[in-house]
């Protein structure tokens, strides 16, 4: 009985690694939220990991891990063999062992858990990351004897103005990004993945991730966050080839070979002050953003996708149509030498606090090809001067080296040992 | 510019308060997670309330108000009319209030917070309840005139083996179900009651559910809970219209006549030792739920929907292939005196905990006609004796009367205050 197996061939018309919008695949009700996107299935093998320029899924399950103290090198290849298989073959639909959680032999543990079972495989695609922590731990050990191949691009982030860090959402040795169309696949494989993990790794801090906040290619629509503003209109798009290779994947003549075709993934749990956010006035919310609620046009005029003119006047009250300090102008490519990043981020609310107030905010992950030359220097720029801050706390951070895609046959980060 | 207006005739096509299997919309992938299912409209009046027989949808936000201090009878009636209001507009597709997110004056607050402007109805339903501190204060103080009112069916729940309940998680004066296909409508529909509400009632405790684990009609499939099994092949399905009038709704000779219509809801956070249960044998596992894992069918033998033989004798070593303290004995309808719920349960996952353990389980909800009759005596069998109790920790629970539906005009619990 093999997983998801009556989608096959559902899965096989749209299995060529693109969601294109309409595809022709009848929204099966038989099979709980099965829909054209739901029955997608990418490739787990390739140049380049899945789950960054894929388009982005609508859920997210992401997980930091610390590596056990006692785990050595060659401990955590063979985790890293492991997890590799196990991706391999979730992404394409099936379970996480080769038995499957009800087909293997009654008196051992299922080699998976099962909550997937009847799900068809939803887009997921798992993405591998290397924290700083894995190759220098903060007391400067070398555990896995992997200090010489740290990539200089993988900088410990500065402290920002304004940050509110907690140590138990900061940080990691390793992390998974689990996509889906479909929250239920995302929460099984990463639960499978720490099952596996058992032992040798085990969650530091995790996060769901219940809306999509930026798209990440032509064929999607702009989603809102939860200022319900539109999100990632300028977002860089899988289609802007050129854009990708220059500012989303490491090369080999950056320094560290292994990385080429990786990327730098900077993960930030924002918090947002929504219940304050929603006693601002409609129109100075719009000129903290410098862009309209509605449409997301500039205010500097036109639609969602005209460029804003920041040298625009004003119709009355002098000055520039869009604030100098908005969130749109400080977070511009001309704002930051021309520096972009490829955002991926999920809207989230974790309960409520004591007061009532929703922990609601911005799961915001992006990738680059450096954060020294993207991240930081753009949130230095916002976290001083953007109107923005005063509804938002960054409470959790963290950066990873992203290995490029495993050949078939090899297994994640492969090259960081070879 | 109208939220969700061009999904309008969509919506209309399936307005007609059931969504079936194979419904002929087409997914419209130009709007972020449009399927079939996420253009359904239930209408908001009627006899019930929707969210109770309506097919279980697949995300949920559910919050548990306490009212302020300082509020009395009129203002509760006033908040109960303004939600009313908000959520016949919310259920329809339309924003919360009259001008909406974006189209409203400058220099006021939006009427509605906006993340959901794009995305369509979602079959979203809002159901209220009334909690018992809502007409007697713990110390006593019928605070609103309504103590007189209180039905005998609303009682107090009784301490179960096993509990370890937490405080923060556990009551609330009132209660809101939000469901829908689409996460992100079902948690702006909260957010939006919690704004309108602001200085006369605030979240008490809240939670997301990723996954509905109940069917409430034929036209669906059992789903799965996060032990990997089947979860509510018995369940009280809509279709069984003489079983729901028997079991779910109140009936005005049950006493207060106020509540002839409406239901009565439990709801218990159940954390699930999800990494011990992992690593139990596929046999066992079986043993404690009394199925088996893949088709769902009881040990006894058949397919998922044939009954379960309490008397049949295991194949081998003796005794009943379905153990006397198995899940699915214990919960029968035959092993209490034929009381049944209609569960709407949902799986979360809310983080991890400091050992990395992911904190899940299963946030429990129930309709019954009669907790004294039916949850209550089936809790207390099940928490004595339930193989499944040492993988569940009950964390949270609250008890409400859920009041028929409003009519047209007028307020969600009328009745009450008449």
């Known amino acids: 009985m093999s997983r998801r197996g009556l989608l096959g061939l559902a899965g096989a018309a749209v299995g060529a690694g693109v969601v294109g919008a309409g595809i022709g695949v009848a929204a099966d009700r038989a099979i709980a939220g099965a829909t054209a996107s739901s029955a997608a299935v ?16 609508d859920r997210l399950h992401f997980a930091a891990f610390d590596v056990a103290a006692d785990l050595d090198r060659a401990g955590l290849i063979e985790l890293l063999h492991d997890w590799t298989a196990a991706a391999a073959r979730m992404t394409q639909g099936r379970p996480a062992g080769k038995y499957g959680p009800a087909s293997g032999p009654l008196d051992v543990p299922p080699d998976d858990t099962g909550e997937a079972l009847d799900l068809p495989p ?25 200090a010489s191949k740290r990539p200089e691009a993988l900088v410990d982030l500065p ?33 499978n993945l720490s099952r596996i993990a058992f032992g040798r790794a085990s969650i530091r801090w995790s996060q769901l991730g219940f809306g999509r906040t930026s798209s990440t290619s032509r064929s999607q629509v702009t989603p809102r966050n939860l200022f319900g503003f539109k999100d990632g209109t300028a977002n860089i798009k899988s289609e802007d080839t050129a854009v990708v290779e220059d500012q989303v994947w490491a090369a080999a003549k ?32 719009e000129r903290i953003v410098g862009r309209d609620k509605g449409e997301g046009a500039p205010l500097s005029g036109g639609t969602e996708f005209t ?16 604030d100098p300090d908005s969130h749109v102008r400080l977070a511009h490519p001309t704002s930051n030498n021309g520096a ?22 911005l799961f915001f992950i992006a990738f680059q090809r450096d954060p020294r030359a993207q991240f930081i220097p753009i949130q230095t720029r916002l976290a001083k001067n953007d109107l923005m801050n005063e509804y938002l706390r960054h409470v959790g951070s963290a950066v990873f080296a992203v290995p490029p895609g495993a050949r078939e046959g090899s297994y994640i980060g492969a090259g960081l040992f070879a």
Chains 1, 2 share one sequence.
């Open 254 to 285: 950056d320094g560290a070979g292994w990385m080429a075709g990786g990327s730098y993934l900077v993960a930030r749990k924002i918090r947002m002050v929504i219940e304050t956010w929603d006693r601002q006035q409609l129109g100075e919310q």
């Open 307 to 322: 460029e804003p003119n920041f040298l625009a006047l004003a119709k009355s009250g002098g000055g520039t149509a869009i």
């Open 42 to 57: 990418y490739p787990f093998y390739g140049e380049h990991q899945a789950g960054i320029t894929t388009p982005a899924q």
């Open 159 to 191: 402290h920002f103005p304004g940050d509110a860090l907690i140590d138990q959402l900061t940080g990691g040795d390793l992390c998974v990004q689990a996509c889906s169309e479909d929250p239920q696949v995302a929460v099984h494989a990463i639960r």
């Open 122 to 146: 939803g887009g997921l695609t798992l993405t591998f990351g290397f924290g700083p922590t894995l190759f220098t731990t903060a007391d400067g050990k070398d555990r896995f004897g992997l």
């Open 340 to 361: 972009q990043l490829l955002r991926r981020g999920y809207n989230f609310v974790d309960g409520n606090d004591d007061l009532g107030r929703l922990n609601a905010g």
